[in-house]
């Protein structure tokens, strides 16, 4: 069992910066892939952000060139830099860890972005 345990949100005004980290435990090993998904209130969850193990990324192209993910193996962490937010990002994102960013295994509770000023 893995346990995903994320920080990092709350209210930022648009144009303003947020930093997300997810802090893996348990039994991790085999975990390829991990990163963000988010759901705004309405409607489906969506992927975000990923990277795998050998640091291939994958973005949403609603944030690419706004959000940056990077992983640190050696902490089992993974962050979710975003900058340049929008109203439109408000949700609550979710860690995953699992095969890929389709194959998710573990989600973590959650944590809220609201971006409104």
């Known amino acids: 069992q893995v346990q995903l345990v994320e920080s990092g949100g709350g209210l930022v005004q648009p144009g303003g910066s947020l930093r997300l980290s997810c802090a893996a435990s348990g039994s991790i090993f085999g975990i390829n892939a991990m990163g963000w998904y988010r759901q705004a209130l309405g409607k489906q969850r969506e992927l975000v952000a990923g990277i795998t193990g050998r640091n291939g990324t994958t973005y949403a192209d609603s944030v690419k060139g706004r959000f940056t993910i990077s992983r640190d193996n050696a902490k089992n962490t993974v962050s979710l830099q975003m900058n340049s937010l929008k109203p439109e990002d408000t949700a609550d994102y979710y860690c995953?860890?699992?095969?890929?960013?389709?194959?998710?295994?573990?989600w973590g509770k959650g944590t809220l972005v609201t971006v409104s000023s």
């Open positions: 995953y860890a699992g095969q890929s960013a389709y194959l998710v295994k573990y």
